[in-house]
């Protein structure tokens, strides 16, 4: 029952330049989360949007929704070695429902 | 030092051994979910628990059972009938509802 789907599924950069992670999804939604995921380890919330907002900050990261088009960014900006990771994005369905449901993923390298 | 802890770490099961993966949480919240990961995929939800002494089933719960009896504890038991059980087993909690997600650090689980 995948909901989101992210775009690319692998990113390559250079340490100081801007990573732009997609996520799109099928149905309504509440919210949608964006979470990183270092090698084996646990996910680690970075920014929850709600359906009646359009555009999030946090530090580097810089959130987008656009409910129209049943489709998020996540763009981290000036990145850096320690931004390596993996990033999923994740939403919930209208309707009450208590779960979320991940994407796949994008992997992110940053090459210093 | 709030959080949620996962152990082991590493887990190693024999066939037609059933494992218990422990889960536990000092942050006061209500629900709690099991996911399994695979290698390059996202996560797909085992069971998940909104209250103690209640849990229902998630996309792939056949194989795996679990209990609440604490609002603390969730462990997760991989039985001998999941024939596929080599996974990155994660546990989070919530206060419920499609809300944010906090992560332990995870328990590989390998077959010999």
């Known amino acids: 029952s995948q909901q989101g789907e992210e775009d690319p599924q692998a990113l390559s950069i250079q340490e100081g330049e801007n990573a732009t992670m997609n996520c799109s999804y099928k149905t309504s939604i509440n919210n949608l989360q964006w979470y990183r995921q270092n090698s084996g380890r646990g996910l680690v919330h970075l920014i929850l949007?709600?359906?009646?907002?359009r555009e999030k900050h946090s530090g580097r990261l810089r959130v987008t929704l656009d409910t129209s088009k049943k489709s998020s960014s996540l763009l981290i900006t000036a990145s850096r070695a320690a931004d390596t990771a993996s990033y999923f994005c994740a939403t919930d369905a209208k309707g009450g429902s208590e779960k979320l449901v991940f994407g796949k993923g994008t992997k992110l390298t940053v090459n210093p | 030092d709030g959080g949620i802890t996962q152990s082991p770490k590493y887990l190693f099961r024999k066939e037609g051994q059933n494992v218990t993966l422990s889960c536990e949480q000092n942050l006061n919240h209500d629900a709690m979910y099991w996911y399994r990961q695979d290698p390059g995929q996202g996560l797909r939800l085992i069971y998940y628990?909104?209250?103690?002494?209640?849990?229902q089933k998630g996309d792939i719960a056949e194989g795996y059972s679990v209990s609440r009896e604490k609002k603390e504890s969730f462990p997760l038991t991989v039985t001998s009938a999941q024939k596929n059980p080599t996974a990155f087993y994660l546990c989070?909690?919530?206060?419920?509802?499609?809300?944010?997600?906090?992560f332990g650090p995870g328990t590989r689980l390998l077959v010999l």
């Open positions: 989070a909690s919530s206060f419920g509802g499609p809300e944010t997600q906090y």
């Open positions: 949007i709600r359906s009646n907002e």
């Open positions: 628990s909104q209250i103690v002494n209640d849990f």
